[in-house]
């Protein structure tokens, strides 16, 4: 049967076995192809000649892509989530546009989260005191302004972060290294129970998937990618959170940084970072010059 480009997507991303540069790469001859409003055996045929993939991905495609199995998977994978693709006009555009998107986002709660200004907030798990105070002192007013809290639902500064904006009304965005099914840390039930609800979290995993250490990572560049501008609150020398700092160089956002104590091993990565040339956050006004340019103009 033919298969839409959203379907197409669908399909792709519960594919055993082919990974997300393939397809993406499918994603880009389809949609290098406006013409293309539908995916038959023939075009998938045509686009697998001139899309050289490995001859395993290649032979899963051509095997399963079609198969009601596969369909049956999509259907129970949305019935505890939905899902926006690349093929979909709702897709955020900040996203769309980095190096990798992904080709499908799971959601549940309220995607008008993604029409707000977006921040995003990264740090320490293990947050200190001071650290609680800094994010005390500046996210309050900027989450009171509508600007969306974006972070990964860990423990730390990402938990802060949501809790700040639910506690001042702010929109906020959990980005989780899960499928939505699960939660991690385990720690966090009640507070995803309640962003998944009031609020909206995001995936780019299948709905029962669980933890991985590169799904971290991956989730790093999505946070990065739907944002204007990426703060790192407190982050010690190797931390993950300067790994979500250089996928946002790389998207060419803004980096800014809290400042910390010289002697602070919490502080090291947020000093090196302001040290690189982010921007040093003092107080909240430092974080919407960055986000709300147009309207102090």
């Known amino acids: 049967m033919p298969l839409t480009p959203r379907d197409f997507l669908l399909r792709l991303s519960l594919l055993p076995g082919v ?8 994603w880009r001859w389809l949609h290098a192809r406006p013409a293309e409003t539908v995916i ?4 998938l045929a045509t686009l697998l000649a001139t899309v050289k993939l ?16 596969l369909g049956q998977r999509v259907a129970a994978n949305l019935v505890n989530c ?22 499908v986002l799971y959601f549940q709660g309220h995607l008008e989260n993604l029409l707000a200004p977006q921040l995003a907030v990264v740090g320490t798990r293990h947050l200190t005191p001071y650290a609680f105070r800094a994010m005390r002192a500046v996210l309050p007013v900027v989450s009171r302004q509508g600007v ?30 899960t499928g939505l099914g699960r939660v991690y840390p385990a720690a966090n039930r009640g507070l995803m129970a309640e ?21 971290f990572v991956e989730r790093n560049r999505i946070i990065a990618g739907l944002c204007q501008s990426v703060l790192v609150v407190e982050a010690a020398h190797h931390s993950g ?3 979500t700092a250089n996928f946002a160089l790389q998207e ?33 006004e430092h974080i919407m010059e960055e986000l709300l340019v147009d309207k102090r103009a």
């Not at 990974?19 to 499918?26: P, T």
Request: glycine share 8%.
């Open 19 to 26: 990974g997300r540069r393939s397809a993406l790469a499918c």
């Open 40 to 43: 038959t055996p023939t075009s």
């Open 54 to 69: 490995p001859a395993k991905q290649t032979g899963l495609l051509t095997e399963q892509l079609f198969s009601a199995d």
């Open 82 to 103: 939905q899902a926006l693709t690349l093929a979909d006009v709702a897709y955020p555009v900040a996203l769309k546009e980095t190096y990798e998107p992904p080709i």
């Open 148 to 177: 969306c809290l974006v972070s990964g639902l860990a423990q730390g500064v990402d938990t802060l972060s949501h809790q700040v904006a639910l506690a001042h009304g702010g929109p906020t965005i959990a980005v989780v290294g």
């Open 195 to 215: 962003l998944a609800t009031t609020q909206l979290v995001l995936s780019e995993y299948p709905f029962t998937a669980g933890p991985a250490k590169y799904h």
């Open 241 to 243: 959170s300067l790994i």
């Open 252 to 284: 060419n956002r803004n980096v800014l940084a809290i400042p910390g104590n010289i002697d602070g091993s919490n502080s090291v990565g947020t000093n090196e970072l302001i040290l690189a040339g982010a921007k040093p956050i003092l107080n909240s």
